[in-house]
């Protein structure tokens, strides 16, 4: 038996411990604020927190983060204020939006880190993150935005 | 991006009939609140518009089931005052949920924060076309939507007028209230609710449209797209994420090849698999058959994982059929030697043959544009609960009234036995204007007796898509002595789009002849366009902006060829080609005008030329840019709007590319909302610049080569635009919405190559630019 700790909840697993995180976290656990978008880390859109890092979680199997604590954009923050949320909000960020819980968690994780990132820091962290439909300047923006006081 | 002008292929015309397009319904009032879900709350009761008063004609009559404009259908207020309205397009990323309801809300004095918005299931009887393609949403909606407001607004201060006993020209809807300033009394829109449903429709003729100056919202661009909060807290609901009681999860293997057949398969290794249920054939058509499933091999699990997994273990032989010697290397050549020998003319002014022999000078462009997969962020994905003749899907899905049409023909049941609910779709761009993930899960919820999600994954959907054309483009421009381009013969070849539908296709249809090759806009004396046969040898589709890719690829580039070759400024030679203003009427039989009559959307050089002068003016055009650095232009009219772009390029010393500044004005009509407009526009740029870079589908013995993102790149944030403006022609009162969402796309290739010969003295006609620049 697996267990974790999703968005502070104890969650437990007794199937195949390979099964990617994000598909307990869609199928299993009922959580599909994140994403698939590629099945192989290419694209971004499964990223969640495993404790204070961005992981993509369509590579990460409900095995590796056995006891470890995990986040997703359910539990960014409570009532959806984290100020990385406020900040895409503010900008308009999102088209279709099916990147974007993706986008804020690694936006969250890039600011946890570093809490004053340049605009080219915040290209290249954002750089695993793919958005087809192209917001990409406002992502940018407001990743500073986020990184300045919302 | 439709086939109306292929009555038949596409949707059945004889059934539904032209005449038709204009809803005559009748539409209980109890079936509207079912349909609504409304509980105790009152419909604004009207007779259904049996015509409409447009200021300005569009093709929105044309399109299967046409327009309807009636206020019971998309308007409900509640005693408590919340005002419902239905969004019956899809919405994937253009803001359209937000746009066609604001409209509405606008035009009836509602106030936005007490409106709520309703996504409509596939129904166009009931809600008039719903076919979210094209760039036809606004620019179909915009007057409807105006008139759907207008008549509930009227029907809420007749009802006020009654109850105060005044006339109703004394009272007036302001903000959610109908108001009598002259005994300062006011009710609001819930208590007047009830009364305003037993008012009679005023007649459209009658109505009184709001004045422009008054507006709160259209044109302002301050409003939020309804969804915003629930994207960034992972609520939003998208195809992928609907979960009923009791429902499996299955992902397929198909063929892969267009047009192969499984021939067996061995399940056993699949079935070990832990949380792998069963394995299953899934119904497959011959191809070419419009949007029905390939067929092949279901895996069902518990979870996706468990399915993928499963998948990955099965044993397939497959038989590829015809088309497995498909190889784009020598495909190319094929298109490249017919793009050299005269084809089909689709469009002849004066003698091109005897202007290009007698010509000073002779430019040759060929240009080539390979496969491209649309890879939304959203794979293709659908939930289908099948229970006996009846069937439910959930569905990420561009056309609910097509998916609805194809699942009842495909199941073999009444139309009516089937309901299509509408998620938000993550990402579109014509993919999803195809339904045949929606049937593959109709199928096998049929055959399992339970709800299905049917999952596609990214390999999936750059495998067994239906891709871009690939396209070989070749012009020849004559100039005289003094320069002045007196001949121009653009031969197109590429696999139609019909062939999706018909077997045996060989020419471009009218609509893609009428997208950048025909109605070509420039003033030149002697033209031939000519369409080379082509055969498609796999699933080609709609992408957005569809043939005006390859077009505007085409023919703007070779207006930076011709700069070049006389040394003129490129800005110069674009505006000395589109020559005076005028109305452009190309010497073609029934030109493809994006289904929009001549009359409203005429090809009017004012405004070609207005957009380049506006981006120019913007844009700095001639500003000095560093060494190494480049400024191209490219303009293009395409979804009966105009998009001029401007781009600044850097290559460093081993062809490494930038972006720096990206411009681009649009003249799109009338607009409602700038700021989604914006978004559109910035996000096109990325498009055209991932197109450009790395765009390219290929096939090697009937199979395409590419599986993922790290093969089928797109541009990703840190090599994006540094900065995207937009600048949008403020339109003239009478000027009719055009398109938004697709031509963005077509200007922005050929002003990059413009802007990359400006920089290094290399012109690149073949996409992708891939490593061209590093040699």
């Known amino acids: 038996m697996i267990k974790v700790k999703i968005n502070g909840q104890e969650q437990s697993w007794d199937g195949d411990p390979d099964l990617p995180l994000l598909w307990f976290l869609r199928d299993e656990a009922g959580l599909t604020g994140t994403k698939f978008g590629c099945g192989q880390a290419l694209c971004g859109s499964c990223t969640v927190i495993v404790d204070k890092e961005a992981v993509r979680s369509c590579i990460t199997s409900i095995n590796d ?43 969250a994780a890039l600011l946890m880190e570093n809490p004053k990132p340049s605009h080219d820091q915040i290209r290249e962290a954002m750089s695993g993150n793919i958005c087809r439909c192209g917001c990409y300047q406002r992502i940018e923006n407001a990743v500073h935005l986020a990184s300045t006081g919302v | 991006m439709n086939f109306i002008d292929n009555p038949g292929k596409l949707r059945d015309f004889q059934k539904r009939g032209f005449e038709k397009h204009i809803k005559v319904e009748k539409v209980s009032r109890r079936s509207i609140l079912k349909g609504l879900g409304v509980t105790g709350g009152f419909v604004l009761a009207a007779p259904v518009m049996t015509r409409q008063a447009f200021a300005y004609e569009t093709g929105a009559g044309k399109m299967p089931h046409g327009v309807v404009v009636d206020p019971r259908v998309f308007v409900s207020v509640a005693p408590d005052g919340v005002v419902t309205i239905v969004g019956h397009r899809s919405e994937m990323g253009t803001g359209v949920r937000t746009s066609l309801p604001l409209i509405v809300a606008e035009e009836m004095e509602a106030d936005w924060s007490r409106v709520k918005v309703q996504q409509a299931h596939g129904d166009e009887v009931k809600f008039g076309n719903q076919d979210t393609d094209g760039s036809r949403s606004t620019r179909h909606y915009l007057l409807p939507m105006r008139q759907i407001g207008a008549s509930a607004r009227t029907m809420l201060e007749q009802a006020a007028a ?54 709160r919202y259209l044109t302002k661009g301050q409003i939020g797209i309804v969804d915003l909060h629930d994207i960034t807290t992972g609520k939003a609901r998208y195809g992928a994420d609907v979960r009923l009681p009791g429902m499996k999860y299955a992902v397929i293997a198909r063929p892969p090849v267009t047009g192969g057949k499984l021939v067996s398969f061995d399940p056993d290794a699949a079935l070990k698999v832990p949380g792998v249920e069963k394995v299953m054939k899934v119904q497959g058509w011959p191809w070419p058959s419009k949007f029905q499933p390939l067929g092949g091999v279901a895996v069902i699990a518990r979870n996706t994982g468990a399915a993928i997994k499963g998948r990955n273990a099965l044993k397939l032989v497959w038989d590829d059929g015809a088309n497995a010697k498909y190889d784009s290397v020598a495909f190319r050549k094929e298109l490249e030697e017919a793009s050299r020998k005269p084809g089909l003319v689709v469009r002849r002014e004066g003698d091109a043959d005897a202007a290009l022999k007698g010509a000073d000078k002779v430019i040759v462009g060929e240009y080539y544009i390979p496969h491209l997969a649309h890879v939304s962020m959203e794979p293709p994905v659908a939930v289908a609960d099948v229970k006996g003749d009846k069937a439910e899907i959930w569905a990420p899905v561009q056309s609910p009234g097509g998916t609805r049409d194809d699942v009842a023909k495909t199941l073999g049941i009444p139309e009516g036995n089937v309901t299509v609910n509408v998620t938000l779709l993550g990402g579109g761009f014509g993919r999803k204007s195809k339904c045949d993930y929606a049937l593959e899960a109709a199928l096998l919820s049929k055959e399992l007796g339970a709800p299905v999600k049917v999952q596609w994954t990214r390999e999936d959907d750059i495998q067994n898509g239906f891709l871009h054309t690939v396209s070989a483009e070749r012009i020849e421009a004559g100039l005289d002595k003094s320069g002045k381009v007196i001949a121009w013969r653009h031969r197109s070849v590429a696999p139609s789009i019909a062939s999706t539908f018909a077997a045996g296709t060989v020419h471009q249809a009218p609509f893609e002849i009428g997208m950048g090759l025909a109605d070509m806009p420039f003033e030149i004396a002697n033209i031939s366009c000519e369409n080379p046969e082509a055969a498609a040898h796999t699933r080609i589709g709609w992408f957005r902006s569809v043939s005006n890719i390859p077009r505007a690829f085409a023919v703007q580039s070779m207006v930076g060829e011709i700069a070049q070759a006389t040394g003129r400024d490129q800005k110069d030679m674009l505006l000395e080609l589109i020559g005076s203003p005028r109305i452009v009427e190309p010497n073609v039989k029934d030109l493809w005008n994006y289904g929009e009559p001549q009359d409203s959307y005429p090809i009017d050089t004012a405004r070609l030329r207005k957009v380049v002068e506006l981006v120019a003016e913007k844009g700095e055009w001639g500003r000095k840019v560093p060494k190494g650095h480049g400024l191209g232009i490219a303009v293009h009219r395409s979804f009966v709007s105009y998009i001029a772009t401007i ?22 009509g009338t607009y409602v909302n700038p700021e989604r407009i914006a978004s559109q526009i910035e996000g096109a740029a990325i498009m055209g610049l991932s197109l450009a870079k790395y765009g390219e589908i290929s096939f090697r013995d009937g199979k395409v080569q590419q599986k993922n993102f790290d093969d089928f790149q797109v541009v990703r944030i840190d090599e994006s635009p540094v900065v995207t403006n937009v600048y949008i022609v403020p339109p003239a009162s009478d000027t009719p919405p055009s398109g938004v969402g697709e031509p963005g796309v077509p200007p922005f290739a050929p002003a990059l190559m413009n802007a990359i010969f400006a920089a290094t003295g290399k012109r690149i006609r073949s996409l992708p630019i891939g490593k061209q620049l590093e040699a």
Do not use: Y
Not at chain 1, 69 to 90: S, Y
């Open chain 1, 65 to 107: 983060v056995a006891g470890r604590e995990v986040t997703t954009i359910e539990g960014l923050h409570p009532n959806g204020d984290h100020p990385v949320q406020k900040a895409w909000r503010q900008v308009n960020v999102p088209q279709c939006g099916f990147c974007q819980a993706g986008q804020i968690m690694q936006a």
């Open chain 2, 647 to 668: 781009v600044e390029v850097a290559v460093d010393d081993k062809g490494k590319l930038t972006v720096p500044r990206v411009d681009t004005a649009i003249d799109c």
């Open chain 2, 162 to 215: 009654k109850r105060w006993g005044v006339p109703a020209t004394e009272v007036k809807a302001v903000n959610h209230e109908v108001v009598h300033s002259a005994s300062d009394r006011k009710l609001g829109f819930g208590e007047l609710a009830a009364d305003a449903a037993k008012e009679s429709v005023p007649a459209i003729e009658g109505l009184k449209l709001k004045d422009a100056k008054d507006f």
